[in-house]
C-alpha cells in the first residue's frame, strides 16, 4: 500500500473507529447502568438490554453478516455479565438475537435484531399492563396488601384496583440495603394508595394484619420457585404462618428454561460497602450481602402472568409450550 492509499484510508480508518467505538458506547453504558443499578428491577433490564441490541444494530455500519453476528454476540455477553439473576434479562437477549442465526444477509440481520429488539420491550410494557388488569381482580375493597422492594408488576396490579376504585391499605417494606421500598412508596403514593412504610424487620409483626401479598420475581424455576429480592421468603414464610395469600407478579419472559436443564439460579452478591460504612465495623469482620432469595414454590398461592394465574406447578408446562422445537437447542 503505497503512501497516497495510506493518505486516503487513514481518516477513514480514523472515522470507522469512531463510529465503533461509539457504537460499542451504546452497550457498554447500558450494561454499566445496570450494574449501578440505574437501571433496575428485572422488566426494566430486560427491556434496556433489548432496546440496546437494537440501538447496536441500528448504528452498525459494517455490512459484514459475519462480523455483525460476532459483535452482536459480544455485545450479548457483555449485556448478560452486568447482573446475574433475573433470567429475563436473558430471555429478552436471546429474543432480541434469535433471528440472527436465519438471516442470510447483514441486512436482514440487523432488521431482524432492531424489529426483535423493538417486539420485546413493547411486549414486556403490555405484559406488565396485563398483569396488573388480571391481578387487581384478587384485590377487594377494604383489604390490607403487603408488597417486598420495588417491583413494577406488583405495584401495577395494586395501583390498577385503586384506580378501579378499591380502597386498599399498602404496607411497603424499606427493602434494605438500597431501600427500593422508597422508591415503592413514591410510586403508590403517586398512585393514590394509601401506604405505610415499614422496616424490613417489622414483616412478622404487621403480617396479622394483611390479607394479601403482592410481590415480583426476578427469576421462576421449572419447579415454580421464586428468585426475588432478597427478604421475600421471609415474607412468604411469615404470610405462610399467618394464613395470607402470597402472590407473584411475574411477566412469563421471567420464567428460566435453562433450569429445566438443571441449571441453577446465580444469587448476586453486591459490595460491602452498601451494608457498612468504611470503618464502622472492626477489620476482619465478614460481610456477607447476597441481593436476591429464593422461596419455594410450597409458599407460593398464585402466579400472576399475562397468560393468567397459575400455581407454581403449572410453569413447567408453560415453559415448554412457550418454546416449542427450541427447547432441543437449549441444554
Ligand atoms: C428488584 C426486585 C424486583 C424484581 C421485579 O431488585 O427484586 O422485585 O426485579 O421487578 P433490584 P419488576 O432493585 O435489585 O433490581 O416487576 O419491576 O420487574
Not at 459494517?62 to 452486568?82: G, N, P
Not at 447482573?83 to 429478552?92: F, H, Q
Not at 440487523?110 to 424489529?115: G, K, L, Y
Request: net charge neutral; charged share 25%.
Amino acid at each position: 500500500m503505497g503512501p497516497l492509499s495510506q493518505l486516503s484510508t487513514e481518516p477513514l480508518l480514523y472515522c470507522r473507529a469512531q463510529i465503533t467505538s461509539l457504537v460499542n458506547d451504546i452497550i457498554f453504558s447500558t450494561a454499566s447502568d445496570i450494574r449501578d443499578m440505574k437501571v433496575r428491577g428485572a422488566g426494566r433490564i430486560a427491556r434496556a438490554g433489548a432496546l440496546a441490541l437494537a440501538a447496536y444494530a441500528e448504528a452498525y455500519t459494517v455490512r459484514d453478516l459475519e462480523q455483525f453476528r460476532s459483535d452482536i454476540r459480544k455485545a450479548s455477553d457483555t449485556l448478560l455479565d452486568s447482573r446475574p439473576t433475573a433470567v429475563s434479562l436473558w430471555n429478552g437477549v436471546h429474543a432480541t438475537v434469535r433471528g440472527l442465526k436465519d438471516a442470510e444477509s447483514f441486512e436482514a440481520a440487523r432488521e431482524a435484531v432492531i424489529t426483535d429488539g423493538r417486539r420485546f420491550a413493547e411486549e414486556s410494557e403490555k405484559a406488565v399492563q396485563r398483569i396488573a388488569r388480571i391481578g387487581s381482580k384478587r384485590i377487594k375493597s377494604g383489604d390490607t396488601l403487603m408488597t417486598h422492594c420495588n417491583s413494577s408488576a406488583a405495584i401495577g396490579v395494586i395501583a390498577e384496583a385503586v384506580r378501579q376504585g378499591k380502597d386498599v391499605k399498602v404496607y411497603a417494606t424499606e427493602s434494605r440495603p438500597w431501600r427500593q421500598g422508597i422508591l415503592t412508596v413514591n410510586d403508590l403514593s403517586k398512585a393514590g394508595v394509601d401506604v405505610t412504610l415499614i422496616i424490613d424487620s417489622a414483616v412478622r409483626t404487621v403480617m396479622s394484619r394483611v390479607d394479601r401479598v403482592f410481590v415480583g420475581a426476578d427469576t421462576i424455576t421449572s419447579s415454580g420457585s421464586l428468585i426475588n429480592k432478597i427478604g421475600t421468603s421471609q415474607v412468604a414464610m411469615a404470610a405462610r404462618e399467618c394464613r395470607v395469600e402470597f402472590n407473584v407478579c411475574s411477566e412469563t419472559y421471567k420464567f428460566s428454561p435453562k433450569t429445566m436443564f438443571g441449571d441453577t439460579v446465580t444469587i448476586e452478591e453486591r459490595n460491602i460497602d452498601e451494608v457498612v460504612r468504611p470503618g464502622e465495623i472492626p477489620e476482619g469482620v465478614k460481610v456477607f450481602n447476597p441481593v436476591f432469595d429464593t422461596t419455594p414454590a410450597r409458599y407460593i398461592d398464585n402466579i400472576i402472568t399475562e397468560l393468567g394465574i397459575m400455581s407454581p406447578g403449572a410453569v413447567y408446562g408453560v415453559m415448554v409450550r412457550q418454546l416449542g422445537d427450541s427447547i432441543f437447542n437449549l441444554e
